[in-house]
Every structure is written in C-alpha cells, then in structure tokens.
C-alpha cells in the first residue's frame, strides 16, 4: 500500500521532471541562444512567483491550481520552480556550453534528485545526521547521477565526482533562498569542469 506521502512525493517529482525541459530546450535552441531565453524565462518566473507572494488572489489561483504539489514552505516563500531554473542556467553557463556536462548536470536534477527523494521516502531508514534526509535515498541519487552521467558520455572517474557532488548537495539544508533544485546543477557541473568531464 502506497502511503499518501509517498503518492504526494510521486506527484511532485513527476512535475519536478519538467526541468527535463530546459535540457530539451538546449538541445533545440543550440548554445549559446539557449542564454537569452533561460535569462527571459526566469524573468518570467521570479516576476510571477513574486506577484503571487504578494497579491492574494494571484496567489489563491496558483495555489489552488498546484494543491498538492507546493510545499508548505514555499507558500510564503519562491516555490522550487525558480530554484530550478537558475540553477539549470548556471549549469549551463558553468559548463559553457558544453553538452555533456549541461546534460549530466540537469539529468542528477532531475533524475537524481527524483530517486533521493522516492527511496528515501519508501525505504529509507538510515537518517544522516539525525535529520529528514536518509542515507538510502542518498545513494539512489548518487547512483542514478552516476549512470546518467555515464550515459552522456563522461568520463568514470568524473562521473562519480559529479554524482557525489549532486548527492551532498541534496543533502545541505534548504532555506527560503537556496535549495538543492539550484545546488544539485551547479555543484555537479563544477565538479566536472574542475575534473574534466572526458
């Protein structure tokens, strides 16, 4: 029996998986085009979700539209939309475009995060430092990072630098401002230009 917890976590990571969008997006639009409408984009989505904190009814409407997906916390705070696409475009500028490294980057997001998060919930029982976080869903992230980073052709050892790097990054404490939607990219993405990704 699927618990409610379990299927609210399901919903949200299948909507989490959109961030798969921005790597489709440069993969069409091609680098470096791919910077002016990321930079568009999150314009788009700080100035909307800044109209919802502050107006009410913008903010009912929203609300109400993805019950069940938003957080408790982000109801008075940026949901994990904006942190999605900054940290996607800073992987990206990271990167400089490179297409191994984007993709790996947004793939330990959006796939890596998803197993961390599913896992942990479902099997998790390990708690890291006494805190929500589960040593089992650490290592799905970590493994599901790896092999995605694998699959986009980087190199072994770089790949389980970027996994570990996106695995400790879901692992930092969220605040209203910074959470592991931003992290994950951007730390798997330093990890392999530091590293080289070939």
């Excluded at 400790?168 to 990704?197: C, F, H, Q, R, W």
Aim: charged fraction near 15%; glycine fraction near 10%.
């Amino acid at each position: 029996m699927v618990s409610p917890e379990l299927r609210r976590e399901f919903a949200r990571k299948a909507f989490h998986m959109l961030s798969l969008a921005y790597l489709g997006a440069f993969w069409v639009i091609g680098w470096p085009a791919i910077k002016t409408w990321m930079y568009v984009w999150l314009a788009v989505v700080f100035a909307v979700e800044t109209a919802r904190l502050k107006i009410p009814v913008i903010e009912r409407a929203l609300v109400g539209f993805f019950e069940g997906l938003i957080r408790d916390t982000e109801r008075r705070h940026y949901s994990g939309i904006i942190h999605t696409t900054a940290g996607s475009l800073a992987a990206m500028l990271i990167a400089r475009g490179d297409p191994a490294i984007v993709s790996a980057a947004i793939l330990q997001l959006a796939l890596g995060d998803a197993a961390s998060a599913l896992v942990g919930k479902a099997f998790g029982r390990t708690k890291i430092l006494g805190g929500k976080k589960s040593l089992e869903g650490s290592l799905a992230g970590f493994a599901v990072g790896y092999a995605a980073a694998l699959a986009c052709g980087i190199r072994p050892g770089a790949a389980l630098a970027a996994a570990a790097a996106g695995a400790l990054a879901e692992l930092l404490p969220t605040t209203p401002y910074v959470n592991d939607n931003m992290t994950i990219p951007i730390a798997s993405a330093l990890a392999l230009v530091l590293l080289g990704a070939r």
